[in-house]
């Protein structure tokens, strides 16, 4: 096994990490990383390490908030916490949209929309659309402040603005539902954690959906890759979550819109100066 190939698979973890958790999509940073490190893989190999490394950043998610996720306790005596089975409750529902249309058009939509010139779009046109909504809602009194307080028609909300980062890479899963629940006056706090706990159910069902697809089989060497992706982007969507909710306890999400339009711009810059 090659070195090289190994740190390249770490660099990956490094990327996946940061950025799936941050609202300036994964997609577009991967888009641009492929450009310039080139894994020595099969393409239907690269699209499924693509897609599957995201298990290791849902499971820093499960490390971090497991009493928030797992519905029993028996610390002193066992039973259901209702509060956390209602949560559940909430999130297949904001998932359901997302998951219809990947199972039904997924490779239809990868065909029509897995392209630079979207990915850069969906970069700019969100970005606009964070700076704007954040400063709307700079005096806008917070309705939810908890994730109990998230009604099943808000997660329904939530889940729509999840289908739109499913059709349009660039977008950001995690962007897309902040935005959609910072509409609706849910605190931004609230709105990460929401977001997070989203991720476990629709990125374990692309991360087998993909798996399935591409036949169980791989080599050693694929297999290596593999595992070096996903702990890597564990360990380092650890420190990003946490340093996320420390981050917006104490700021908005306006630099992140600034950011997503600057990455926009570079990646039109970058493939049209290729031609």
């Not at 950025?19 to 080139?38: A, C, N, Q, Y």
């Not at 005096?139 to 059709?167: C, H």
């Not at 539902?177 to 006056?185: E, S, Y």
């Not at 991360?207 to 089989?217: T, Y």
Request: glycine share 6%.
């Amino acid at each position: 096994m090659d070195i090289i190939e190994i740190l390249k698979a770490v660099l990956f973890g490094i990327v996946e990490g940061i950025t799936e958790w941050l609202p300036v999509s994964s997609t577009g940073h991967m888009i641009l990383l492929d450009e310039f490190v080139k894994l020595n893989v099969s393409d239907e190999f690269l699209e499924m390490f693509l897609v599957v490394i995201q298990l290791g950043a849902i499971l820093a998610v499960v490390v971090l908030f497991w009493s928030q996720l797992w519905p029993f306790s028996t610390k002193e005596r066992f039973f259901i916490k209702k509060d956390t089975f209602s949560m559940w409750f909430k999130i297949l529902v904001a998932c359901v949209p997302a998951a219809i249309v990947g199972i039904l058009f997924d490779d239809k939509l990868n065909e029509l929309f897995y392209n630079y010139q979207t990915v850069a779009m969906a970069l700019i046109v969100f970005g606009i659309l964070f700076i704007v909504v954040e400063v709307q809602n700079k005096d806008m009194r917070i309705k939810v402040n908890s994730i109990a307080e998230i009604t099943y028609p808000a997660a329904i909300w939530i889940g729509v603005f999840q289908l739109i980062a499913a059709v349009f890479p660039g977008t950001s899963r995690s962007g897309a539902t902040i935005l959609g629940a910072l509409m609706i006056g849910v605190s931004r706090t609230v709105a990460a954690e929401f977001t997070f706990f989203l991720a476990v159910p629709v990125m374990l069902g692309a991360s087998l959906l993909k798996i399935v697809k591409f036949g169980m089989v791989f080599t050693s060497a694929e297999l290596v890759l593999l595992i070096v992706g996903m702990v890597v982007a564990f360990v380092v969507s650890v420190a990003v979550i946490k340093f996320l909710l420390g981050y917006i306890r104490r700021h908005s999400f306006v630099i992140f819109g600034w950011y997503r339009i600057a990455l926009g711009i570079a990646v039109l810059a970058y493939f049209w100066t290729r031609g």
